[in-house]
């Protein structure tokens, strides 16, 4: 008994030999992958539920490896400036303003846009702020989102600039 199985599908396997499976089927018990097989297991197996994914590509989610998730409320705001010029006029202001409920809002925006792009994974380079408070709303908003995360502390050197 599976919780879940997806049949039908063209199925990229990650194999070192490049394998691609023509309309096979992927079988989920407990949150992980149990078998991944050529054949329609929907036809020899039960499962709480089946997908037909006729016509459809299953692969791996995306991980993203570095994401600055409060700049999710700053798309499009300062476009038109070079790179450090929106980070001094734009992200770094408000970073040092946003509150804890701002951050978690701003990972929960993050952590859906990504699942919806197939990105399963993301790598949070906090830097802004070092409020813990800040840090542990962010780390909130992604768990309450339920997508596999990491929360990573970063540490700079302002130069003389700043």
């Not at 050529?38 to 016509?55: M, N, Y």
């Amino acid at each position: 008994m599976y919780d879940l199985i997806i049949r039908n599908a063209l199925i990229y396997t990650m194999r070192d030999d490049g394998q691609i499976i023509d309309k096979g089927s992927v079988a989920v018990k407990e949150d992980k992958i149990a078998m991944i097989t050529e054949d329609d297991l929907s036809k020899t197996c039960q499962a709480r539920q089946v997908i037909d994914a006729q016509g459809m590509t299953l692969f791996p989610g995306f991980i993203n490896t570095h994401i600055h998730i409060f700049q999710s409320f700053l798309k499009g705001l300062g476009a038109d400036h070079r790179l450090i010029e929106w980070l001094n006029l734009s992200a770094l202001p408000y970073g040092k303003i946003m509150t804890p409920r701002q951050h978690e809002l701003a990972a929960r925006l993050a952590c859906m846009e990504a699942l919806k792009s197939g990105c399963t994974t993301l790598c949070e380079f906090f830097y802004t702020n070092q409020d813990p408070e800040l840090a542990y709303a962010c780390i909130e908003g992604m768990r309450s989102v339920g997508i596999r995360s990491i929360f990573i502390r970063t540490f700079q050197d302002t130069g003389e600039e700043y």
